[in-house]
C-alpha cells in the first residue's frame, strides 16, 4: 500500500496505528500470507488515473473487504457490498471503523469472493472475451 509518507505520518498512523499495518513493497509469496491473514484491505491512491487496482481484485479473490478512494476505475469495482470507496484521504481513519464494524464478517467475505468469481477471474475474462467475438 502507498500512503504519501507526510499524510501517513500526520494522520493516519496516530489514528489507526494499533489496527494497521503499514507494508512497502512486498514480493509474492509474502503478499499471499498477508492476504491470507488478512481482514481488510486499505488501497488509498491519488493517482487520478488509477486504471485497475488489481490488488482490490487480489483482495476480493480471498474474500477480503475493501477500502479505497474513488479514483479511476476503483469506484466501479468496489460497491457498497465489498467495501467503502471515500471521495479523500482525509476519510481514511473513519472508513476503515466502519468497514470494520461492518464489513468484515463472512456473508461480506463470500460476496467479496463471489463479485470476483462473476466479474474478475480468468474464466469470466475468457467468456467475456470470447462472447466479443461472437
Known amino acids: 500500500m502507498l500512503i504519501l509518507e507526510r499524510h501517513k505520518e500526520e494522520r493516519v498512523k496516530p489514528k489507526m496505528k494499533s489496527k494497521v499495518i503499514f507494508h512497502s513493497f ?4 509474502q503478499k499471499k500470507e498477508l492476504f491470507e491473514k488478512a481482514s481488510t484491505l486499505i488501497f488509498p491512491t491519488r493517482y487520478k488515473k488509477e486504471s ?19 479514483e479511476g476505475s476503483l469506484k466501479s469495482i468496489v ?17 476503515f471503523e466502519n468497514i470494520l464494524g461492518n464489513f468484515v464478517n463472512k456473508e461480506t467475505a463470500k460476496y467479496c469472493r463471489q463479485r470476483y468469481l462473476n466479474n474478475f477471474s480468468l474464466e469470466q475474462f475468457e467468456n467475456n472475451l470470447v462472447s466479443l467475438f461472437k
Open 26 to 29: 512486498i514480493n509474492s509469496d
Open 52 to 70: 485497475f487496482g488489481l490488488v482490490v481484485v487480489k483482495a476480493f479473490s480471498y474474500g477480503i473487504p475493501v477500502r479505497t478512494t474513488d
Open 79 to 95: 460497491n457498497e457490498k465489498s467495501g467503502i470507496v471515500v471521495s479523500n484521504l482525509e476519510n481514511l481513519p473513519n472508513a
